[in-house]
């Protein structure tokens, strides 16, 4: 029997966020293959897309969404959530509005969905995404998180941004947040996947009421920040077991168990056969012993930190 996973988490203000979305970190594809993987996901069913102004792909999601306005696929824009992120150089509350009007430029939108901090770490103030000094060192800035939410919540008021979360924060940073927030943070954004299952931190959000987004949902096997030491999915015997008895695919497995977890998943892809692959997870499901089985997966390190970024989180 099939477990009936709403295909949307309601948000606290009753907006939908579809539980599976399109991600765009690219690092696989060429110029424009973030906007034809916008537009193909949209054709199959897709209405959530996940990018952000670090990944410089905004304009290429615009494009694509625009694109299936002008051939009548969608009939406004606003059917798909866009969620993007707050880069590190853009925490300063005094520059957060017209830095964020760049994003809702290249966006072609007026307001998104969700705008999330990309990480609680602060780079100096302006476009150089990645600020370093002449000895090669990051060029960090002093910008209270607390501050920083202060300026998320005024685009809320100005109708830029919808709803408003986090992403990359620990247990303590939010509930600085959640401390201190006139407009709670309804999601975060994180490093989730059967390798790294990210439990304490889920239950709290979850126990709080803040939607989990799990980004890398596939352990990104072409992450360029991989060492070399972390495992494939994709050889996993106990996944591969799962996904023959199933007639399903690892990748599916894997997105249905994240899923069954409550969590809403944006896998990435430029391949228009991956795109569908991975949507096609609402028609069958996992059993409890076979959740159990994948738990056991729960043992290694996350893919996504840099050292420069675990030195200074805040
Ligand atoms: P991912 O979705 O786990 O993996 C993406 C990789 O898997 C791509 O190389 C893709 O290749 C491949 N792939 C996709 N579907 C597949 C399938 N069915 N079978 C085999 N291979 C498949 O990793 P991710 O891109 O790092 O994470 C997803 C999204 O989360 C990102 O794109 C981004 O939007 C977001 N994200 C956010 C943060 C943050 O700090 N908030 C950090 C990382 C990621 P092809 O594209 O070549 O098909």
Known sequence: MSVDIAQFAVLPNGTNYPVI???????????????????????????????AHAYLNEKEVGDGIQAKLDDGTIKDKKEIFITTKLWDTHHNRQHIKENFQKSLDNLKVNSVQLLI?????????????FPKD??????????????????????????MAENIGLSNFNKTQIERILHSARIKPCNLQVEIHPYFSNRKLVDFCLSKGI????????????SPLRTGKEPSIFDEPVLKDIAQKKGKTIAQVVLRFILQRNIIVIPKSVTPSRIKE????????????????????????RIFIEKWQSDNIT
């Open 21 to 51: 979305g399109l991600g765009t970190h690219n690092v696989t594809g060429g110029p424009g293959s973030v906007r034809d993987a916008v537009k193909y996901a949209i054709d199959i069913g897709y209405r959530s897309v996940d990018c």
């Open 117 to 129: 901090i990309h990480w609680p770490i602060s780079l100096k103030d302006g476009d150089n995404l």
């Open 134 to 159: 002449k000895n090669d060192q990051f060029m960090f800035e002093n910008h209270d998180i607390v501050d920083t939410w202060k300026g998320m919540e005024e685009l809320v008021d100005a109708g």
């Open 211 to 222: 939607t989990v987004t799990a980004y890398a949902p596939l352990a990104n096997p072409d």
């Open 278 to 301: 991975n949507f096609d997870v609402f028609r069958f499901s996992l059993s409890p012993d076979e959740m159990e089985q994948i738990w056991t997966l729960d043992k290694y390190p």
